[in-house]
């Protein structure tokens, strides 16, 4: 997992990655100042629970990724099973959401 983030936190656009348990507990992170993975991965369960809550009710089915853009920064949230990974972005980037996905995938085998 540790090279997982590292590597992807090399991708162009990427400047930070963590890989979480459904637990709230980090597996492996590398995030920039003032960014932290003890938040990171605490928070990331409980906002797939709760969208996963409004998404049923709007019979959207279950919720398996999410970006936010905050501040003009994107965040890539994706859930595979009991493990959670997240991508962070530098300001205004496009990040190879491909390559996101392909990351989660691996780490959910």
Do not use: T, W
Not at 82 to 90: E, I
């Amino acid at each position: 997992p540790s090279d997982v983030v590292n590597r992807l936190s090399e991708q162009p656009g990427v400047v930070g990655a963590l890989i979480a348990l459904q637990e709230g507990l980090v597996i492996a992170h590398k995030l920039p100042e003032p960014f932290k993975g003890e938040v990171f991965a605490a928070f990331l369960p409980q906002i797939f629970a709760r969208l996963n809550q409004y998404a049923s009710e709007m019979k959207l089915g279950s919720v398996d990724e999410l970006v936010i853009q905050a501040s003009g920064r994107p965040c890539h949230l994706f859930r595979r099973g009991q493990v959670y990974f997240a991508a962070l972005g530098a300001p205004e980037a496009r990040m190879p959401a491909h390559v996101l996905r392909l990351c989660a995938d691996a780490l959910a085998e």
